[in-house]
């Protein structure tokens, strides 16, 4: 069993950062796929970025790109999202999901591990 435990957000003003980890345990992730998503209320789940675990390759949402870049630490089992010049409109929940996979999907339905989430305001 895959367990994902998110943690970094808080309340930040525009122009801030934060940096959200994600701890995963259960099984090593050389075969696995990470994404960040993100959900604010009355709205969808939304890509945010992704990460092939073995190879270190990324992929983000046009809306983060630029601004946001994950990364991993192998000896940590840990992934995280560095987000920079926040926006209000970053406001959300977000949760690190996890697949074993050869690419790198973007939509919420193709992860089958979850997080709990850690909320991410910024203020105007």
């Known amino acids: 069993q895959v367990q994902l435990v998110e943690s970094g957000g808080g309340l930040v003003q525009t122009g801030g950062s934060l940096r959200l980890s994600c701890a995963a345990s259960?099984?090593?992730?050389?075969?696995?796929?990470v994404g960040w998503f993100r959900q604010s209320p009355g709205k969808e789940r939304e890509f945010v970025a992704a990460?092939?675990?073995?190879?270190?390759?990324?992929k983000y949402a046009d809306s983060v790109k630029g601004r946001f870049t994950m990364s991993r630490d192998n000896s940590e089992n840990t992934v995280y999202l560095q987000m920079n010049s926040l926006k209000p409109e970053d406001t959300a929940v977000y949760y690190c999901?996890?697949?074993?996979?050869?690419?790198?999907?973007?939509?919420?339905?193709?992860?089958?591990?979850w997080g709990q989430g850690t909320q991410v305001t910024v203020s105007s």
């Open positions: 259960g099984r090593t992730f050389n075969s696995y796929a």
């Open positions: 999901a996890a697949r074993r996979s050869d690419y790198v999907p973007t939509t919420p339905d193709s992860y089958d591990y």
């Open positions: 990460i092939r675990w073995s190879t270190g390759y990324t």
